[in-house]
């Protein structure tokens, strides 16, 4: 048994000083990194460079390993001068990218350094998350929470299979002290002068087993820890945050959104005039798609997402011609409010002003879209608690009252006008 | 002031029989096994230990295996290219038309889901008629014909189409008839169409006739002017209006088109002005219209041609022979006459029978009160009723003698409606090929060679003229469901012209209607309609020999004179029976009877007494050799000796909804003088065995307090205030609950009792933009029909000597022969109380009270505990005793995926043990505020239309915001007829009724 214990004990010495030492690298990196992040956005490298994924310019990923950090940096500053200097690399890259990269002269050695950094600790990231995304995957993109509450639920099986062993051990090993207790009397009997050590472990265990107040306070414990634990279930079951299925088309909102810019209002227009924000028809995707084809990432073939929607709308890249054959693409909906619930865009977006990262969570950084708030009740009373309704609306002059306020220079929310209201929502 | 009037909404109710006192007792219809549970007996039975245990254990792991379910993947599937013109999450508006009425459909996603009036149309602009508001249901009906059939078995189009060609071809070289036979034809291009067809088979023929005919009318005015045409009526323009038997504003010619009018004369504005119209009622059943009229006096059929000689005599001063011999009809008609003399020019008579020579003495009548012109419009006729009775006997006749080869079948299904079916199905078996085109195999197309299924109005291209000059369009707002053809198209192929029906249409309409009025085809689809005819008509004068009319009516009244007599009547709901498949139809409440689900036979309650029938009861009906048994209604206000039966019932293959629903009385008809006559000499036996009514009228009981106010005509004019009765002017009030603030909004709405007629289309409209279930014929005897809007109808009693009024006197008295009953419809709906006693007992609080004035309902929130119900003294709420659209017990009509189409989705359908009730459209609320809110302007009045307000054609429903003070509804409020229903509790509703103003003779 101590055995045991004794290398238990130095394993985790020896991990937690790894855990430690993980930790320092982690930090000192992720000042530096902070930084290169910044810089990776502030001059655009994401619009040709990703890191695990081939663009206009190289995967970014393992650069560190690839190349030497003067030599990146002799790059970065003026690339068109190595190529013509000669160097071998610069001349390789040249006839495999044929989009020349431009001079980042602006960038010091250490803007550069902290670039590098960036792009490591994305790597780290991006390795991560392919582990957690495997297992993730393992489940189906259909409802992650229940993949969570499996996992809890294992981990809990496991506990408690841990305890039961333990607590049985304990039960064999008292037994067997009872036997040799009894053998040590008789022997004791035989040979009275011997001295009887009991294991100070035991001597405890049995104490506690002994001292009845405690054994009580230790069940109150546990009731209550499995108590919160339940209640804390019980709440977020239906709550669905981070819910990301697979959807049919990976559809990145950070190239369209947040690389490319596009305003939200050019695909979700039923946002800002109706109940539904509406995912765009195909033919709206076409607008661009017709001819953005992203052919250049895959040698010249269209990008398999793309033809996606080709197929969707009978489109012939070839010919540039309709078919008749369309078929409308089935989405996967990330965001479900009951039936019970009435939820108008418009008036959120149209009349209160409210920016759709509010709700929906940085949506211009998502490769996938996720569920960002809870799309609780509580969480819908909250903000109408806090947020104030625009004034220069001329259709809140009509509310006497609030006008009244409104001219002593007091605060409106939409709580304040009804929006607490059962019958706001519920019809 | 409380008035000392005794209002009562069943016989039951004013008897105070034993059954009646025990039911408005309980909360529920059938007692609740309570009292079985809690006695001592039931409490201190043992319940085993490890049963109870068991039963725990199971239920906990069903419940957990129950909720590990996984979340449902919920998809969104958007459009590949979506239209222009649709945005998920907006409605859409189209002009169309619906039997002749310029509508507005509003479709959501491309589909049709409710249908309103187009305000800017002329004629009927403001409210719908009940099938209008539930026409949108037959559109999603699943016992339609989803293919086109030969011989009874699915083909193609092209086999169809081949196999006609070939019968017409057929018939064309055997030079036999080719004939259409219809209800009347007012569409230009349908009308265009069979040209079409005519000009490549000149064999042909069209035959229209009506299920319910109007042929009389015709007839006489054709003899009488030379015009064979039925007039359009102006009531507006009528200050005295006599009715003989004539149900105008339900079911007569266009009943919803003259209540707009009628009412214009006796609404609250009108009596702002110091005007009231007067309305006396001869009949016999008591109509819609008969509980409206100011006076009314119970005659037999027999007796209405007697009545109009009298009339005519008391009028032109003649001696005509023949008049009516009834006393109280006697005295009435004198001062009928008198009035009627006096308002020359603005005055009117109008008939319900279908007989020539009665028409042409109302010609006569009206003749000589000047009537012709302004009132009864002879050049903007109307076209909706052009059937001839004589064209479809000469058809039968034809057919039956083999000279016909093709007979297609168009909105006509004589195997059911014609009186004498035999007749039908021999000439039938006689023709070569008969098609139907009708959407379902009916009781006619089911006989015949081939049927041709048709489009609803909202799937096809068409036009309609209801009027002389008034044409409007209709436009599809969908493709066909069902793999269905629209007749004109069916007729153009066969006539071999490949026009597609869209093209052939708007050929039609440039060319022929709207050639010379420098309108577009495309400013038609957005307006809906265009007029071209004259503002008024112009005068006329009636050419009638009334010695030969004379004798022709007495002979005919022998004729049918008896110790009963029967009269037909078309309901108000059902029609002639072309809507008996539509469930929204069949469940709502017959305006005066109550009665939803059957037909039935009224008696007056002093012949089913001599009968010995009492409730539940049942008779045999004995008439031109046809007998049915059916149940009884034991109805206030039938004549004595007469027995009324509504036709349009007993189909049975009309569909799930509608089939063997009441009984078949078509057949009770017969021909008179050439047209299909309502009226006949019949003998009413008591049937053995009792059938229980689904009759909605002591359901929801108010316990005989006190919440009419009536007054006269008279008494109001010298004090607008009178008999309203309002608690506050004499009390002071004193408030448990703090007021309730509105400081934006404050909804509310007024009542016109004067303008409510009771038809109930403002049921329908709600139904159908709540999505309220139906929930069948059998749950309505059980008191749980889910309608969030009712209509009240109480009677009070009248007799010789003067109004039995006092509860007390009515106790003593026992010589009434209840033909002398007037009629109150009360609108009764949840009532927005500022202190709601439900809000207060509700232990979850699922109803509570907005900053605008409305009681709110969270579905999602209540766990049924029924306290508000209980709590409710207007009982208005409603409880889910199953989830009615979605439970195959309970398959009227919703089960399944593409009915539910129906419903509206901006409305949650509620599931079981959930409480619901009028929720004052809060969908449209919100909608309106936050179209004004994109808009950034103030909310208009009008803006925000109530279902209800919406349906009704008479404006008796008023709605608006009170803290406006230019609201029409604020300026409804301040007048002083505004009372509200139980002010005296203090519950303090929002909703406020007008006193009901009878014009009546004494005052």
Redesign the interface.
């Given at each position: 048994m101590r055995n045991i214990s004794s290398v238990l004990g130095k394993l985790a010495k020896t991990m937690s000083v790894g855990l430690m030492l993980l930790f320092a690298v982690t930090m000192s990196r992720a000042q530096d990194a902070a930084n290169g992040a910044a810089l990776f956005k502030a001059n655009a490298c994401q619009s040709c460079h990703a890191i695990g994924k081939k663009l206009t310019g190289p995967d970014l990923a393992g650069l560190a390993e690839r190349r030497e950090e003067a030599w990146i940096i002799k790059w970065i500053h003026n690339p068109q001068g190595m190529v013509d200097s000669g160097d071998p690399i610069a001349v390789e890259l040249k006839g495999q990218y044929p989009t020349m990269m431009a001079s980042y002269a602006n960038l010091s050695e250490d803007d550069i350094r902290d670039i590098i950094a960036y792009v490591g600790a994305e790597e780290v990231k991006l390795a991560e998350k392919a582990v957690t995304g495997d297992a993730g995957a393992a489940g189906g993109g259909?409802?992650n929470?229940?993949n969570t509450l499996m996992i809890v639920g294992l981990i809990a099986i496991v506990v408690l299979a841990v305890v039961v062993i333990v607590v049985l051990n304990r039960v064999i090993r008292s037994l067997e002290k009872v036997i040799a207790a009894n053998q040590a009397a008789i022997e004791a009997a035989q040979a009275k002068n011997e001295v009887y050590q009991e294991s100070s472990v035991a001597k405890f265990a049995k104490a506690f087993v002994q001292n009845k107040k405690l054994v009580g306070f230790a069940v109150l414990g546990l009731v209550a820890f499995l108590g919160v634990l339940g209640w804390n279930t019980m709440w977020n079951?239906?709550v669905?945050t981070g819910y990301q299925?697979v959807q049919p088309i990976k559809f990145s909102h950070q190239i369209h959104a947040g690389v490319n810019q596009i305003e939200c209002q050019y695909c979700h227009?039923?946002a800002y005039?109706?109940?539904?924000a509406?995912?765009?028809?195909?033919?709206?995707c076409m607008n661009c798609h017709n001819t953005v084809t992203a052919s250049d990432h895959y040698d010249g073939a269209v990008s398999p997402e793309i033809a996606k929607i080709y197929k969707?709308?009978d489109f012939n890249p070839e010919t540039k011609e309709y078919g008749n054959n369309?078929?409308?693409?089935?989405?996967?909906?990330i965001h479900?409010l009951?039936?019970?619930?009435?939820f108008?865009h418009?008036?959120h977006v149209?009349?209160a002003g409210v920016e759709c990262q509010t709700c929906h969570g940085p949506i211009e950084n998502m490769e996938e879209v996720y569920q960002y708030s809870p799309l609780t009740m509580k969480w819908c009373v909250d903000c109408h608690r806090e947020t104030e309704v625009d004034v220069?609306?001329?259709?809140y002059?009509?509310?006497?009252?609030?006008h009244e306020k409104l001219k002593k220079g007091e605060k409106m929310t939409a709580a304040m006008?009804?929006g607490l209201?059962?019958?706001?929502c519920?019809? | 002031m409380d008035s000392n009037k005794k209002y009562w909404k069943g016989l039951e109710e004013l008897q105070q029989t034993p059954a009646f006192v025990e039911s408005s007792k309980g909360e529920f219809a059938e007692p609740i096994p309570v009292e079985d549970v809690l006695n001592e007996a039931g409490l201190s039975t043992k319940t085993p230990r490890r049963d109870f245990l068991k039963a725990l254990g199971f239920g906990l792991g069903a419940v957990t295996l129950a909720?590990c379910n996984?979340?449902p993947?919920?998809?969104?599937?958007?459009?590949?290219?979506?239209p222009e013109e649709v945005?998920?999450?907006?409605p859409n508006f189209y002009a169309s038309s619906f039997n002749g009425q310029s509508v507005l459909v509003r479709t959501r996603e491309g589909r049709p889901i409710s249908i309103a009036a187009n305000p800017n149309s002329i004629g009927l602009n403001q409210g719908t008629d009940a099938t209008a508001a539930a026409s949108v249901l037959d559109l999603y009906d699943m016992s339609k014909l989803q293919n086109p059939q030969v011989g009874g078995k699915d083909v193609d189009w092209t086999k169809l189409d081949a196999t006609v060609i070939a019968a017409l071809d057929k018939a064309a070289s055997a030079g036999k008839q080719i004939t259409i036979v219809s209800n009347s034809v007012n569409s230009p291009s349908t009308l265009a169409a069979i040209a079409k067809l005519a000009e490549k088979y000149p064999t042909t023929t069209h035959v229209q006739v009506d299920a319910v005919s109007y042929s009389g009318i015709i007839e006489a005015n054709r003899a009488s002017f030379g015009k064979a045409v039925v007039p359009s009526y102006h009531f507006q323009n009528a200050n005295v209006v006599v009715s003989v038997a004539a149900d105008f504003l339900g079911s007569w010619l266009a009943g919803e088109e003259h209540t707009q009018d009628y009412i214009k004369n006796r609404d609250y504005k009108s009596l702002k002005n110091g005007k009231m119209s007067r309305h006396i009622q001869f009949e016999s059943g008591l109509s819609m219209t008969g509980t409206n009229a100011d006076v009314r006096i119970a005659i037999k059929p027999s007796e209405e041609g007697a009545a109009l000689i009298s009339l005519y005599n008391a009028i032109t001063g003649q001696s005509l022979a023949g008049g009516i011999t009834n006393k109280k009809a006697q005295t009435a008609i004198t001062l009928a006459a008198k009035e009627l003399t006096n308002a020359r020019g603005a005055a009117v008579v109008v008939a319900g029978s279908n007989d020539v020579n009665v028409q042409s003495l109302v010609n006569a009548v009206n003749s000589a009160l000047g009537a012709y012109g302004s009132i009864i419009d002879l050049d903007n006729y109307s076209k909706q009723y052009q059937g001839s009775d004589a064209a479809f006997q000469q058809f039968l006749a034809n057919a039956t003698a083999g000279q016909v080869g093709v007979a297609f079948f168009l909105n006509s299904n004589p195997v059911y409606d014609y009186f004498k079916p035999a007749d039908v199905q021999n000439a039938l078996a006689k023709v070569d090929f008969t098609l139907s085109f009708a959407d379902r195999a009916d009781e006619t197309a089911s006989e015949l060679n081939a049927i041709a299924p048709n489009c609803t109005f909202l799937e096809a291209w068409g036009d309609s003229s209801s009027k002389e000059g008034y044409y409007t369009v209709v436009q599809p707002t969908i493709n066909p469901v069902f793999n269905t053809r629209q007749a004109e198209q069916s007729l153009l192929v066969w006539a071999g012209d490949n026009t597609n029906i869209y093209e052939f249409v708007r050929q039609n309409w440039e060319n022929n209607i709207l050639a010379g009025t420098g309108k577009a085809w495309k400013d038609v689809l957005q307006t809906g309609f265009i007029y071209k005819g004259s503002e008024t008509g112009s005068s006329y004068t009636a050419n009638v020999d009334v010695n030969a009319v004379t004798t022709a009516i007495n002979t005919a009244a022998k004729a049918i004179a008896g110790d009963f007599e029967l009269k037909l009547y078309e309901s108000t709901s059902i029609r002639d029976g072309r809507y008996a498949n539509n469930a929204y139809l069949q469940e709502l409440p017959d305006p005066v009877s109550k009665v939803t689900w059957d037909n039935y036979a009224a008696l007056n309650p002093r012949d089913a007494e001599k009968l010995g029938l009492g409730e539940n009861g049942k008779v045999t009906v004995e008439a031109n050799g046809y007998s049915v048994e059916l149940p009884v209604v034991l109805q206030p206000g039938q004549a004595l000796g007469t027995v009324s039966v509504a036709v349009g019932y007993g189909r049975t293959k009309v569909g799930k909804a509608g089939n063997n629903v009441g009984k078949n009385a078509y057949p009770f008809a017969q021909v008179v003088n050439g047209t299909v006559q309502f009226a006949a000499k019949a003998s009413v036996t008591k049937a053995g065995g009792t059938y229980e009514l689904a009759q909605t009228q002591t359901h929801h009981t108010i316990e005989g307090r006190n919440i009419i106010r009536e007054t006269t005509f008279a008494k109001y004019l010298k004090d607008p205030n009178s008999e309203s009765g309002r608690f506050a002017d004499s009390h002071k009030t004193y408030d448990l609950w703090n007021k309730f603030?509105a400081?934006?909004?404050k909804w509310v709405m007024a009542i016109d009792l004067n303008a409510c007629t009771g038809c109930g289309s403002c049921i329908v409209a709600c139904n159908v933009e709540n999505n309220v279930p139906v929930v069948g014929r059998d749950e309505v005897r059980r008191r749980r029909e889910m309608h969030w809007l009712r209509i009240d109808r109480y009677y009070t009693l009248e007799t010789a000597e003067g109004k039995l009024t006092k509860e007390k006197e009515i106790a003593k008295a026992t010589d009434y022969d209840y033909e002398d009953v007037t009629v109150v419809h009360q609108p009764m709906l949840c009532q927005h109380c500022d202190h709601a006693p439900c809000e207060t007992v509700c232990p979850v609080l699922?109803t509570?009270h907005?900053?605008?004035g409305?009681n709110?309902?969270?579905?999602?929130?209540c766990f049924g505990t029924r306290y508000c119900a209980n709590n409710c003294p207007y009982k208005v709420r409603r409880f889910n005793w199953f989830n009615y659209w979605n439970d195959s017990r309970f398959d009227n009509y919703l089960n399944n995926e593409f009915t539910q189409l129906v419903l509206n989705p901006?409305?949650?359908?509620r599931s079981r043990g959930v409480m619901e009730k009028c929720?004052m459209c809060?969908?449209r609320i919100?909608a309106g505020?936050?179209e004004?809110?994109?808009e950034?302007?103030?909310?208009r009045d009008g803006d925000v239309k109530m279902a209800c307000q919406e349906a009704c054609s008479a404006n008796a429903i008023i709605f608006g915001d009170i803290?406006?003070p230019e609201s029409e509804v604020s300026k409804a409020l301040r007048n002083e007829r505004v009372y509200y229903v139980l002010e005296e509790i203090n519950v303090q509703p929002n909703i406020g009724y007008m006193t009901k103003v009878r014009n009546t003779f004494e005052a």
């Open positions: 259909a409802s929470d229940a079951v239906g669905h299925p227009g039923g005039k109706s109940k539904n509406s995912i765009p028809s195909a033919n709206v969707a709308v369309p078929k409308p693409i089935q989405w996967v909906r479900n009951p039936d019970f619930a009435y108008n418009s008036q149209t009349v220069n609306n001329a259709y002059d009509q509310l006497i009252e609030a006008i009804g209201e059962c019958g706001k519920h019809y | 909720a996984r979340t993947v919920h998809k969104a599937v958007p459009y590949v290219i979506k945005t998920p999450g907006i603030e400081p934006g909004h699922a509570v907005s900053s605008e409305l709110h309902m969270a579905y999602n929130r901006d409305v949650t359908t929720s809060i969908q919100q505020k936050l004004a809110k994109i950034k302007r103030k909310l803290n406006d």
